[in-house]
């Protein structure tokens, strides 16, 4: 969730396979509301990555999160997940969770 007083203009993903150089930018989607997607790149199956967000609000305010990005971030543990396992728990590789409450551009 990506919730600024004004509304975004802009949201993306800043991401790499862990450890590596630079980061990749990629555009997020709003979904609906305040909530935003991305999918990534298809990777080796148990490929780590390293991300951070970047959210511009409609007034023309950013913020990052972490927010001293991208000298700080998350990384990601992947891993594989039978089929089974994907269906039970409907795991879905979103950041929807992780934006929650995260941005407060006012």
């Not at 980061?23 to 509301?33: C, E, G, K, T, Y």
């Not at 970047?54 to 990005?69: D, H, I």
């Not at 998350?74 to 992780?98: G, I, N, P």
């Amino acid at each position: 969730m990506i919730k600024p007083t004004s509304g975004i203009s802009n949201a993306k993903v800043f991401w790499r396979p862990e450890g590596t150089g630079t980061f990749n930018p990629i555009s997020m989607a709003l979904v609906n509301d305040n909530n935003w997607s991305v999918n990534l790149p298809a990777m080796a199956e148990t490929t780590n990555f390293d991300y951070y967000i970047f959210a511009e609000a409609n007034s023309g305010k950013s913020l990052s999160r972490p927010l001293v990005a991208p000298q700080v971030y998350w990384t990601t543990k992947v891993k594989s997940l039978s089929v089974k396992d994907w269906a039970e728990k409907t795991y879905l590789m979103r950041f929807q969770t992780q934006l929650l409450e995260m941005f407060h551009l006012i």
